[in-house]
């Protein structure tokens, strides 16, 4: 004869499934994982380098703006400022991945 499972055994049973599957789960993505980190310390670094020359760049430009469009020198790093708010930013949202 056998055995009637009760709730609690068929509760066990599971968790136990759930286990396994997420043990299973994570021995096959450490490598991955690994991987992934990598990837993301090379491009967050690339990024990291293209912002700090475009920075200098829009820095730059602060002096040459006023002279182009006859505006204040003043007005001028203001609107660059805000370039570079913006730019760096848009970097840390993607250095953050």
Known sequence: MTKKKTFVDKLDSIFNFAGKAIELMIE????????????????SVIIGFMMI????????LAKVLPSLFKISEGLSFIVIGCAIIVILSFYSLIARI
Do not use: A
């Open 28 to 43: 096959h993505t450490d490598g991955e994982i690994k991987r992934i980190k990598k990837k993301i310390v090379h491009f």
């Open 53 to 60: 020359s475009i920075v200098f760049i829009l820095t730059g």
